[in-house]
């Protein structure tokens, strides 16, 4: 069986439903804190568990018979962490000790871990490979990155079995619009573009129009959730035979202009703008070098198309169940 942690969340649960389609026994394990119980599989078996309370890992673990871990649980704010370093340190780092150290006593020893291109910080050259320098900017970054290297750690003494995905920009819903990204505060563009197209917003921000790209408008790599559940799947399939960390993106750059342009034509809809100064902390460029991914697991994102994300997440607009 295999335990998602932060299975009620946005890739968590897809990733749940990807699972479950591929013929595996799921257990959801989640705090709720922001993450939707409408969100969890009905096929998927639910355990309302917290990373800092032990007793209710031990618990989980107890009930079910786990083979392996898929590790989303960690709060993903970069502002609220800036603002709030000690939640953020508890809950994904501590609270993944503590996970992890629950996994040993029950001899459990394979995890896939939910990493961040946030652990790069501001990039050197662009495609970013798993070489590039680790300096990540804000405690988001930072607490991820010293999960990768406690995971390292456990393995060179324990024996831990990992790999560590680091996403780009998670995008898109569920082909069959049955689940989607509802965050609260939303902070990801797409959905705010698309928020401001139906008018739950009145406009979205485009914050700087002078950075040295071809419109002028940030470039950033956006990776289409269900591939990144197909990955999460592969990986699983391959710690018995590499340990380590892959980036998971679509390899091309996509200007926040472009995104709200194609937005427009999937909806057919003109979407209200305002322009603000640039966002401190801001790269012009940031985009992945997903050939290690590919080599290593045999995966290969199936969207390519901006238009097509975003049709599956408009779908799910139009739509929305949560």
Known sequence: MILVMGGAGY?????????LDSGCEVVVADNLVYGHRQAVDARARFCHADLLDIFSLQTLFATYHIDAVVHFAAFAYVGESMADPAKYYANNVVGTINLLNVMQAFRVEKIVF?????TYGEPLHTPIDERHPQLPINPYGRSKLAVEQILEDYRRAYGLKYIALRYFNAAGCSADASMGESHTPETHLIPLVLKAITGERDVVKIFGTDYDTP????????IHVEDLALAHRLALEKLDSFSGCLNLGAGVGTSVREVIVAAENVSGQKCPVEYAPRREGDPAKLFA????AEEILGWKPRYTDMEDIIRTAWNWEKSRKF
């Not at 890739?11 to 699972?19: D, P, R």
């Not at 070098?289 to 290690?292: G, L, S, T, V, W």
């Open 11 to 19: 890739i968590g649960s897809h990733t749940t439903k990807h699972l």
């Open 114 to 118: 939910s990493s961040t291109c946030a």
């Open 215 to 222: 419109d002028g408008t940030c470039i950033r790599d956006y």
């Open 289 to 292: 070098d997903k050939r290690k």
